[in-house]
């Protein structure tokens, strides 16, 4: 798996739509495209699933379930991101037992980061670094180099997130951090391909 590409996309209530956005993303050459869908059932879900696993099937974008192993598995993805309070990574991986299906973990201390590594995911979330309102019930946030000193002691591949946006970006790579997500950033527009493609070329012109 990839250790440092930048944006890890996660898709919540996109203006433009699921597809259309999961369109946006591969277009990008973004790797990992996450379908987060709160608040919908599980039809819903699996059926905005199998949209983009269709748009992200033979492309360089991996598609990532949120939350539910049983979706993710039903629709063929390519893994599953799951928080500390979802269900664990020993047992969705007992459900799901295919290799070289993906296993993110969300993490949101020092504590939980150590942790973490036990459990073998192959990637950790790390969050949020700024308040949110796109997580309901989110943790207290972390700052940008609390964050970024998580991300650069972690020998776990890493992404950061919560309230990331192109005028924060630069200073949050600057602490430490090199994979982010940006939720709303991205979602709220109706040119999605524009803010990821604003979002690429800062992380480049600072990474490489
Ligand atoms: C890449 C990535 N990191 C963290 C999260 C948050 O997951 P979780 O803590 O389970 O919260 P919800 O997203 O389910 O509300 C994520 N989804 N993706
Ligand atoms: C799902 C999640 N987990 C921690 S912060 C967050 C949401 C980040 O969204 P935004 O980029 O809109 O602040
Ligand atoms: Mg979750």
């Known amino acids: ?10 898709m919540t209530n996109p203006v433009v739509g699921y597809e259309e956005c999961a369109r946006a993303g591969v277009r990008c050459g973004v790797p990992f495209i996450q379908l987060r869908m709160k608040n919908a059932t599980r039809d819903e879900i699996v ?3 199998w949209k983009v696993r269709e748009v992200t099937r033979g492309t360089d974008s991996l598609f990532i379930v949120n939350d539910d192993v049983t979706i993710a598995k039903e629709v063929d993805a390519d893994g599953v991101h799951l928080g500390q309070g979802d269900m664990s990574l020993a047992e969705a991986r007992k459900i799901w037992n295919v290799p070289g299906k993906i296993f993110g973990l969300s993490t949101h201390s020092e504590k939980q980061a150590e942790t973490a590594i036990d459990q073998k995911p192959d ?11 796109t997580k309901a019930i989110a943790d207290p946030d972390l700052g940008v ?4 000193a998580i991300a650069k002691s972690t020998p776990l591949p890493h992404v950061v997130l919560g309230g990331i946006d192109g005028t924060n970006l630069a200073e949050i790579l600057q602490a430490g951090a090199v994979n982010y997500c940006a939720v709303r950033a991205i979602m709220q527009s109706p040119e999605p391909e524009v803010e990821i493609r604003k979002l690429q070329n800062i992380w480049a012109e600072y990474i490489l």
């Open 123 to 133: 990637y950790i979330g790390i969050g949020p670094i700024f308040p949110t309102p």
């Open 1 to 10: 798996m990839k250790i440092s590409y930048g944006l890890y996309m996660v």
């Open 47 to 49: 059926s905005e699933a």
């Open 145 to 148: 180099e609390r964050a970024g």
